[in-house]
């Protein structure tokens, strides 16, 4: 074995822990398996899920669709339920696996701290995240989030850069925008 060979064989390793996006093989073995664990976890869960109208919330209606927030619905919980993605083939991602979230999205439901259920703002943010579901669909949503996690980190990848953006833009002012052409608008510009 020649020195050289040595050392890009030690160095291999580094390169399959750590790529710059989440490679199409491991997307298509772990899609299904996170797709299955989605289902799974909001049929368990569709018994607690409430519809926004019940918060009473004044802001709201103004920046989303009516119909959104009627098919959109929130599930209050002690803690946010997340994918197993390390036991799925994603290890990189256990340290996102493994955050304490205000709010998860899957699809048209979130799940919301109870510790924040009252929190328009929190609101406002997860139903950002239903509207890219809706728009990039549930296999462009996961892609999209998963590259975003890899390359930027959770609070500059795109998609919740996205959210919480918006979500200042909700807090600062009450400059009311339609947050349904917002997502369209920042997605078509990716
Ligand atoms: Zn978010």
Redesign the pocket.
């Known amino acids: 074995m020649s020195p050289l060979s040595a050392v890009a064989q030690q160095r291999a390793p580094l390169v399959q822990i750590r790529p710059v996006v989440v490679t199409p093989e491991e997307f298509r073995v772990a899609y299904p398996k996170v797709q299955a664990w989605i289902q799974k976890t909001l049929a368990a869960y569709e018994k607690d899920a409430q519809p926004i109208a019940s918060m009473h919330f004044a802001r709201l209606p103004l920046y989303f669709d009516y119909d959104l927030l009627e098919t959109a619905k929130f599930i209050p919980i002690d803690q946010v339920p997340m994918p197993p993605l390390s036991a799925m083939g994603l290890a990189r991602f256990a340290i996102f696996e493994q955050g304490d ?1 205000h ?3 899957y699809l048209d439901r979130y799940f919301i701290k109870q510790t924040v259920v009252t929190e328009e703002a929190v609101h406002f ?2 139903l ?2 239903v509207i890219q579901w809706r728009l990039l669909g549930p296999e462009g949503f996961l892609r999209a989030y998963a590259n975003g996690l890899d390359e930027f980190g959770y609070e500059n990848s795109p ?2 850069k996205m ?2 953006d918006a979500e200042a833009s909700f807090k600062r002012s009450s400059a009311i925008f339609d947050a349904e052409k917002f997502v369209a608008e920042r997605l078509s510009s990716r």
Do not use: C, K, N, P
Request: hydrophobic fraction near 40%.
């Open positions: 979230f709010g998860v999205t943010h997860e950002i995240h998609l919740e959210a919480y």
